[in-house]
């Protein structure tokens, strides 16, 4: 909505808010996906960027769940892998090369295998 990068997004929350946010997700999935985003973009003043993938994609656009699964995919393997907490993974990955694979949507990377995406991952964001 705001075309920001997820970097941004989660910088401009912080890692306390994303905590309270990932503590209470069962309730915000109860609630319309645009106002619970909405409220979040007014709340942290989310300005507007620049990052448009969308209007750059010449095929079918996936839609945020789609997107969503992947990315939770990986941050919930790596967690697990790691040890390290989900909100720590989250910031990591949203940080990372991998959101320029993931949110390439004229690539087939996205709806690659999971397995692939985090070996991708792992190994410097650099596709086999």
Sequence with gaps: KTKNKPSVITELIGKE????????????????????????????????????????????????????????????????????????????VYSSKMVDLIEDYNSSFYYDNPGEIFWTYKNGCVPA
């Design 17 to 92: 808010r994303i905590s309270h946010i990932y503590e209470y997700a069962d309730v915000f999935h109860c609630d319309n996906i645009d106002r619970v985003s909405d409220d979040l973009i007014t709340e942290f003043s989310i300005p507007a960027g620049r990052f448009d993938n969308v209007a750059e994609c010449r095929y079918s656009v996936p839609t945020h769940w789609d997107i969503g699964k992947v990315y939770k995919r990986l941050i919930l393997a790596d967690a697990e892998k790691s040890g390290k907490d989900i909100i720590t993974v989250l910031t990591e």
